[in-house]
């Protein structure tokens, strides 16, 4: 049984930091590509960052979070992670995590296998 289980959420202040985690069971986890996506109430799913399999050299992340949010992976521990720092009231979502053959894709319907999600709220 394939299982993506997110850690991590909170509530944290604006311009705090908080560490996602995504572990990964049933799956073959060290060649996947993992994306995270977010969900604003009301708004559809926002693609926030990717990371390519394996050694995770590729990254890539929405403008919004670039400079802020680091994407990661830990092989060994079948977990994937999402450091946020200088978190802004706008980053307020449901985060998720997903994984997908391949690295590049930034759409949420086209990955495999997606998580239930981890709340964050930033208050100002």
């Known amino acids: 049984q394939v299982q993506l289980v997110e850690s991590g959420g909170g509530l944290v202040q604006a311009g705090g930091s908080l560490r996602l985690s995504c572990t990964v069971s049933?799956?073959?986890?060290?060649?996947?590509?993992m994306g995270w996506f977010r969900q604003a109430p009301g708004k559809e799913h926002e693609f926030v960052a990717g990371?390519?399999?394996?050694?995770?050299?590729?990254?890539r992340y929405a403008d919004s979070v670039k400079g802020r949010f680091t994407i990661s992976r830990d092989n060994a521990k079948n977990t994937g992670y999402l450091e946020m720092n200088s978190l802004k009231p706008e980053d307020t979502a449901a985060y998720y995590c997903?994984?997908?053959?391949?690295?590049?894709?930034?759409?949420?319907?086209?990955?495999?296998?997606r998580g239930q999600g981890t709340q964050v709220a930033v208050s100002s």
């Open positions: 997903a994984v997908h053959r391949s690295f590049g894709t930034t759409a949420w319907g086209q990955y495999d296998y």
């Open positions: 049933g799956l073959s986890f060290s060649w996947l590509a």
């Open positions: 990371i390519s399999g394996g050694s995770g050299s590729s990254a």
